[in-house]
T-cell receptor, first 110, second 113 residues
Framework: GEDVEQSLFLSVREGDSSVINCTYTDSSSTYLYWYKQEPGAGLQLLTYIFSNMDMKQDQRLTVLLNKKDKHLSLRIADTQTGDSAIYFCAERGGRRALTFGSGTRLQVQP | GAGVSQTPSNKVTEKGKYVELRCDPISGHTALYWYRQSLGQGPEFLIYFQGTGAADDSGLPNDRFFAVRPEGSVSTLKIQRTERGDSAVYLC???????????FGEGSRLTVL
């Protein structure tokens, strides 16, 4: 079945870059997503990448996809305290619904 | 409304009771999804509707869980004979098309005592 895995926690200093990693198992994944969840708030789509791409940049966010290794990463440049949240990786494969990882909690220290 | 609306935002019930959770998707969105998020976990897929029909209900954990979307808009997730393990945040999402971006509501937090 489909499985998505992420590390649980990342701590960085304000102004540094953050890199959050994700691995997935579904070789038929067509889209891969990064969502952000702040306390008490809903899931917010940050960015996504189509499976035939290997990189996508959107302002401070850079997504890298290694399809051979089924590895996805999200880099946040110049991390700010407002970036503190839980970040979820998700994939959409043969099934229309998304499969989510368990989330990486990003803590940004001033 | 502008976004996906879920009610109630919080529900506390006793073990064995029946619960209904409502989702009002973004107007015009044909696809609707229910997810369950337990503490410290990512959202877990429950069921997906395309229009009025359940296109994929493979995530429903057992027959105590049921969902409907009779007119292709509002959906209700129904949980019978609730158990303490059902305690979680139930998230609803909608999208304009089956392959479109999912927009999530803020969830209904269910606590079963």
């Amino acid at each position: 079945g489909e499985d998505v895995e992420q590390s649980l926690f990342l701590s960085v200093r304000e102004g540094d870059s953050s890199v959050i990693n994700c691995t997935y198992t579904d070789s038929s994944s067509t889209y891969l997503y990064w969502y952000k969840q702040e306390p008490g708030a809903g899931l917010q789509l940050l960015t996504y990448i189509f499976s035939n791409m290997d990189m996508k940049q959107d302002q401070r966010l850079t997504v890298l996809l290694n399809k051979k290794d089924k590895h996805l990463s999200l880099r946040i440049a110049d991390t700010q305290t407002g970036d503190s949240a839980i970040y979820f990786c998700a994939e959409r494969g043969g099934r229309r619904a998304l499969t989510f990882g368990s989330g990486t909690r990003l803590q940004v220290q001033p | 409304g502008a976004g996906v609306s879920q009610t109630p935002s919080n529900k506390v019930t006793e073990k064995g009771k029946y619960v209904e959770l409502r989702c009002d998707p973004i107007s015009g969105h044909t696809a609707l999804y229910w997810y369950r998020q337990s503490l410290g976990q990512g959202p877990e897929f429950l069921i997906y509707f395309q229009g009025t029909g359940a296109a994929d209900d493979s995530g429903l954990p057992n027959d105590r869980f049921f969902a409907v979307r009779p007119e292709g808009s509002v959906s209700t997730l129904k949980i019978q004979r609730t158990e303490r393990g059902d305690s979680a945040v139930y998230l609803c999402a909608s999208s304009q098309s089956p392959a479109g971006e999912l927009f999530f509501g803020e969830g209904s937090r269910l606590t079963v005592l």
